[in-house]
């Protein structure tokens, strides 16, 4: 019944958004050099790899550092970019890979290959399910950038202590995974948004 929902939101979510899918589109590639989307490779369901989309918000080749973005106003992050990031607009063209079936609306946010082999065994149940645009996690951690910007080494912090908080919240969900839960996520990640 899950995917159900996927399939009907997420196309409903391609089709009414698409005017606003344009505008941040046009925006991106006049405010920046290159191109208006970006994608990378991450982990999905049973540890298989998959292209997850986004709007660019960074600078051409910023990836080639470090992977997590730290404080308010990373230096890698363009003019419009801050903006699209601070509205989660960037996140929009996942509803794609939620359409194609690589992920879900809801689910543990899928983690590049680097962090996914630093799990323990407990810790890979998450990858048992679906990877989703939005979480337990993602809601309680929305300010993770700035929290990471106030610390001597970010990636050591995220690693240590943000992941395996991020994993033990989302075993969570896992365990007590149904409609209602995945409606109320739903529900919360727009409310952090609008608060935002």
Do not use: C
């Not at 690693?159 to 409609?179: S, T, W």
């Amino acid at each position: 019944m899950i995917r159900f929902f996927d399939i009907l939101l997420s196309s409903l979510g391609l089709i009414l958004l698409s005017p606003i899918f344009l505008i941040i589109y046009v925006v991106i590639r006049s405010s920046s050099k290159g191109p208006g989307f970006y994608s990378q490779k991450r982990i999905g369901k049973h540890g298989r790899p998959f292209r997850l989309y986004k709007f660019r918000t960074m600078r051409i080749g910023s990836d080639k550092g470090r992977l997590i973005t730290v404080g308010g106003k990373d230096s890698r992050i363009t003019k419009a970019g801050f903006y699209i990031r601070k509205y989660k607009l960037d996140e929009l063209p996942q509803l794609w890979n939620v359409l194609i079936g690589d992920m879900s609306l809801v689910g543990p946010r899928p983690e590049v290959e680097r962090y996914v082999k630093l799990y323990t065994p407990s810790q890979r149940v998450v990858l048992s399910v679906k990877p989703g645009i939005t979480d337990y996690a993602s809601i309680a951690f929305s300010e993770e950038n700035i929290i990471l910007g106030r610390a001597k080494n970010p990636e050591k912090m995220y690693i240590q202590e943000i992941m395996p908080k991020k994993i033990e919240i989302n075993l969570q969900y896992i365990n007590n995974r149904n409609l209602k839960e995945y409606f109320k996520i739903i529900f919360l990640t727009f409310v952090k948004i609008l608060k935002h």
